[in-house]
């Protein structure tokens, strides 16, 4: 394969090149990457449910997980049922996911995360929502408190804890999360940031608490363990300050310098709907106050979301219709300013579409959720000779129903194809066996 650059000619296999991640080589080039389970118990522990999920993609030979987004604490838990890696007493429990993931040869990657304003309702044993400023959450409708400035070292403290966790569970790395709009993201952006101290104003100072993180991280584990960071390339945030992104593009640079291992690059905040998950939305309002996490929401709220729904869904439709690789213009940027790995994800489900966003040299590698919640044999299917696999329809089912109900295609039709394709494959492997 002849590289100008990071550009290369296209060649098959081009999806199962090895890429280096820090001291991690990863045997490919496509990922699965962070969805929210709904599949924990309530307290945040390991399920044989969750588990299931994720033991075809492993199974598969997918190159590396990244978990759905980890609470680190009490105060950041952002979900019902959303796993936790807050307290030692989780560590068998992650274990066991570890384990599963590296039966299969799969990398697995723990993302850290604080829910920041984005919690539809505080977690038993919570003291407040915060965030960096007490800018309404417009989604869930809370109204965190901003963090003091001697609660900020506790955050940092806690994700440095949640690493060590990591760690010591068998990870093989660790994703920091400072994309879609939670705590670390709310930091960066102007919109959500209006502090007048060393948090707040200038971009330096909005990238402070993320960059400390990602420092602290690294001085507990030193240069042997990946780290890698999860971040934005638009806000997303039409007629609000957004962080742009010439100055996402100078965090990641920043945190290139302090020692991160590779970025991903997504889009948008909460509030950004339906930017953040192009695609198509007949019923995803409705789904996300009855089945989701809008269940929590007062019931005239509830009301008021429904009889809106047809109208802002077809507008959504109109507006962020599907689109495969819908982050590539962004992701460019990351890679043309940075030396580390750069991934992208969004809507990508099509191999010529993978290898186009990597051979364009647009990214490293590419990274996609919704399609793997389809086809958990995705990285089978685009890297061998399977032509038959259920594909996404993006009708985003799974992401409206987050926090009420546990992850699954939410399609009759395309979970009936998944269920057919998983129960032959895995009546071949006995036969075989």
Known sequence: MIMIGRECEMADGLLSEPLEIGPMRVEGRLY???TSETRATTDGFVTDDLLAFYDPMAEAGTPMIVTGNLYISLQGKSAGRQAGIDNDDKIPGLREW???????????????????RQIAKLAPGADRIVSASDVREPLYGTKPSPLRLDEIPGVVDSFVAASVRAREAGFDGVQIHAAHGYLLGQFLTPHTNRRSDEYGGPLDARARLLLEVLHAIR???GDDYPILVKMNGTDDLPFRRGATTPELVRVAQW???IGADAIEISRGHYESWPGMVQGNYHGFLKASVTEGPGVQSPRIRKLAIRAAAPLVERVAGRLRPPQEGFNLPYARLFTEALD?????VGGFHTKNAMEAAISSGNADAV???RAFIADPYLYRAVTGDSLEHPVCGYCNGCIARFSGSRIDCYSNDIRAQ?????KIARSNSRLEG
């Open 32 to 34: 699965k990457s962070a």
């Open 219 to 221: 001085e507990r584990h």
């Open 98 to 116: 570890v384990d599963l993931a590296h039966a299969g040869g799969a990398k697995l990657v723990a993302q850290l995360n604080h829910g920041g």
């Open 340 to 344: 580390i790995p750069v991934i992208v």
């Open 418 to 422: 998944r269920e057919t394709m998983l």
């Open 367 to 369: 990274s996609a959720a």
């Open 255 to 257: 945190l290139q310098d």
